[in-house]
């Protein structure tokens, strides 16, 4: 069984869908043994005490620095032992200490087709940008932000009529798919980091989802 804490920032719908997965048994040689957050009004701490699952903040306001709070961080999260650490909508930047000492078990996931759009606001950036392909993307953390190698992406049009709140939805709609799929590929072992390259073994081999809507007409 491996033992997995969950990291959040807020609203932590993709915390909620890897309990779902896990309770369903989509993640059957899986347990979330704990969700942290780094503030203590996140709406997803609650969620988290509600399926019996310890679930404890740790304000990054009261420490002098980045290095003091990720050094609590890292005992906040190592007394439950883990294999696997998960960035699930985490929003502060890591030390490069802390990185390196989940090195090959932490992920995260991130609301672009990386390498583009590393850091915030990716939706409204992709819209400023133009893209007609949009998405996410589920990688190992490196020490540079948004740039460990990838698990496993998914694409989604960008529509003429879209708006922030429009596009942030269909790919989290994606993200919810991904991020379950990832965790149980590393759960099973199937999962080698070569270079900047992620190999999944197993009948699986696919490294990338589209969503259906991608299709069009070829009249057009
Ligand atoms: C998600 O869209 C996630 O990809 C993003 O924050 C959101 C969290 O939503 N993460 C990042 O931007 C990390 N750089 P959630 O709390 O409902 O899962």
């Given at each position: 069984m491996k033992r997995i804490v969950i990291?959040?920032?807020?609203?932590?719908?993709?915390m909620e869908n890897l309990?779902?997965?896990?309770?369903?048994?989509?993640?059957?040689?899986?347990?979330?043994?704990?969700?942290?957050?780094?503030r203590s009004d996140a709406r997803g701490l609650p969620i988290a005490a509600a399926s019996d699952i310890h679930a404890e903040a740790l304000d990054h306001r009261h420490y002098p620095d980045r290095e003091s709070f990720d050094a609590a961080l890292m005992a906040a999260i190592d007394v439950h032992q883990p294999d696997l650490v998960v960035?699930?909508?985490?929003?502060?930047?890591l030390s490069e200490g802390f990185v390196r000492h989940y090195a090959g078990?932490?992920?995260?996931?991130h609301p672009s087709l990386l390498p583009a759009f590393p850091g915030l606001h990716?939706?409204?950036?992709?819209?400023?940008?133009?893209?007609?392909?949009?998405?996410?993307?589920?990688?190992f953390v490196t020490p540079v932000l948004d740039h460990g190698p990838i698990i496993l992406q998914a694409a989604v049009p960008?529509?003429?009529?879209d708006d922030?709140?429009?596009?942030?939805?269909?790919?989290?709609?994606?993200?919810?798919?991904?991020?379950?799929?990832?965790?149980?590929?590393?759960?099973?072992?199937?999962?080698?980091?070569?270079?900047?390259?992620?190999?999944?073994g197993g009948e699986q081999r696919t490294n990338a989802l589209c969503a259906p809507d991608l299709v069009w007409n070829a009249q057009d």
């Amino acid at each position: 069984m491996k033992r997995i804490v969950i990291l959040i920032s807020g609203r932590g719908s993709n915390m909620e869908n890897l309990i779902r997965a896990q309770r369903e048994g989509e993640l059957a040689d899986a347990d979330i043994v704990a969700v942290l957050s780094n503030r203590s009004d996140a709406r997803g701490l609650p969620i988290a005490a509600a399926s019996d699952i310890h679930a404890e903040a740790l304000d990054h306001r009261h420490y002098p620095d980045r290095e003091s709070f990720d050094a609590a961080l890292m005992a906040a999260i190592d007394v439950h032992q883990p294999d696997l650490v998960v960035l699930s909508g985490f929003m502060r930047i890591l030390s490069e200490g802390f990185v390196r000492h989940y090195a090959g078990r932490l992920l995260n996931i991130h609301p672009s087709l990386l390498p583009a759009f590393p850091g915030l606001h990716t939706h409204r950036r992709a819209l400023e940008e133009g893209v007609r392909l949009h998405g996410c993307s589920v990688h190992f953390v490196t020490p540079v932000l948004d740039h460990g190698p990838i698990i496993l992406q998914a694409a989604v049009p960008v529509l003429d009529d879209d708006d922030e709140n429009r596009l942030a939805a269909r790919v989290l709609a994606q993200e919810h798919i991904i991020y379950p799929r990832a965790v149980r590929w590393f759960v099973e072992g199937r999962l080698a980091i070569d270079g900047q390259r992620v190999r999944v073994g197993g009948e699986q081999r696919t490294n990338a989802l589209c969503a259906p809507d991608l299709v069009w007409n070829a009249q057009d």
